[in-house]
């Protein structure tokens, strides 16, 4: 493995969050709450391990900003995606630890309430954190 294979596995990373995320919002709805509380834990792990990796390639590539090589309309509608997932991505740094230590207090309520905001975004930095590594490893590169 390689510092350029880190985008890739961060990628996943986010994919396997975004399931996670998934199954545990399944879990809660249908009233499994061991399965989702196992779940949530895992999907807190494997964000973790992302932010371990994606801090880690911008110390080993010294921050180097990745550039995005679509142009006209996907250039706009990539920008508003990465500007909302950076906003986002920032703010459920503070959000997620605070919804959990709510269910581990065992202060259901609040988690619950905390969870109602919460949950939605960060599925979305998920899936949009995905959608990065796509659009500029995959889909629109810039020409290197």
């Given at each position: ?35 989702h ?6 999907a ?15 110390i ?46 065992g ?38």
């Amino acid at each position: 493995m390689t510092v350029s294979d880190i985008p890739a596995l961060n990628a996943t990373l986010n994919g396997v969050a975004s399931l996670l995320l998934t199954a545990g919002f399944i879990f809660i709805k249908t009233g499994r709450k061991d399965a989702h509380r196992r779940t949530m834990m895992a999907a807190c792990f494997v964000s973790v391990i992302f932010l371990i990796g994606y801090v880690a390639h911008k110390i080993l590539v010294q921050g180097v900003h990745t550039p995005f090589g679509g142009t006209g309309l996907i250039a706009k509608i990539y920008y508003t995606m990465l500007i909302s997932h950076i906003i986002l991505a920032a703010s459920i740094a503070y959000l997620v630890p605070r919804t959990f230590l709510f269910a581990i207090r065992g202060d259901f309520e609040r988690h619950k309430a905390w969870a109602k905001y919460t949950f939605p975004i960060w599925y979305y930095v998920s899936i949009t954190g995905v959608l990065v590594y796509f659009s500029l490893y995959q889909w629109w590169p810039a020409a290197r």
